[in-house]
């Protein structure tokens, strides 16, 4: 063949050998999975709303996963979530096969960079969440306080069991607390469980906590009373964004951002594109089905508006923009003015 014959052909053969290469199909998505056990590790112990959460979720989750893997729940307790999720980083292969239901507030210690934080909460593979809910500040009906003007007004202190310092549970008391209402945050609980039950048992007098906690023992809603909330959801119910200072509407929305963005199942970093995809697609579907419904609603999940994995990943991002060194400092502050 002449010389020029063959650089007129070269290009052709290039593209020959491409076509050929794209031509040939992946290994299938079935194939990632089939055979194998996917591990889902969750923050909390069992018995509180998180776990009643992550129990739904890997109820259903297998069956939209192409190649219907075994799933198998690891309760991983400790430090509000943070336990787990450094174990998601710095232990769990980024294949695919481990992923994490921490719970609803671990990454906020990321976004405010505190010590001991071995995770980018920013660089995390998230999945799927089963959307935003409205928590509230509840006391027991016994102390007779039906309103947060009459918090605000009551004589007598009132006790709130909270978790972690930095998390919800304890923030939003003590952003009451600044604002005038007579609480007192007790920490040291392990899991929103216990506190439950320190709840019931009259050790301490109320709870920040959405709804499908409480779901999760027996009659106690009808034993407590919701005097403000995160949204809109009860009627007659004061918000907390309008009870608080302007000047703390920031650290608000940073506190609270655990209520808009739910319980999210997450990956660690670096997990392969495709394992994420299929995850995330089969997040979406499971969302949808109905006998996966019918368990949420079951717990007091949000059902209809499940958020994806690439809008969670765009809402932690843009929280961590928000989150400014004037906002932590205010952070910080609540959350050592225990």
Sequence with gaps: MRRHTRRRLQPVLSWLVLACAVAVPPASAADLYHGKTLTVIVGYAPGGGVDATARAITRHLARFIPGQPNIVVQNMEGAAGLISANYLQQRAAPDGLTVAIPGRSWYIESI??????TFDATRLSYIGSPGAVTSAAFVRTSLGIKSYDELKGSRRTVTFGALGADTPTAMVPALLAANGAPVKVILGYV?????????????????????????????????VVPLVQTGSERAGVARLRDVIRYSERAVHDLITAPDSIGVPL?????????????????????????????DARRVELPVGAPIGGAQLAAMIRDLAIATTPAVIAEFTRLAGSK
């Design 191 to 223: 899991s929103t469980a216990r506190v439950l039950l320190a709840l019931e048992q009259g050790e301490v007098d109320g709870t920040f906590s959405v709804g499908n906690a409480l779901a999760t023992r027996g009659d106690l809603a009808s034993k």
């Design 112 to 117: 405010i960079r505190r010590p001991g934080v």
């Design 266 to 294: 997450v990956g660690p970093a670096g997990m392969p594109t495709e394992a994420t995809a299929i995850l995330r697609s089969a997040f979406l579907a499971m969302a949808q089905d109905g006998a996966y419904q019918t």
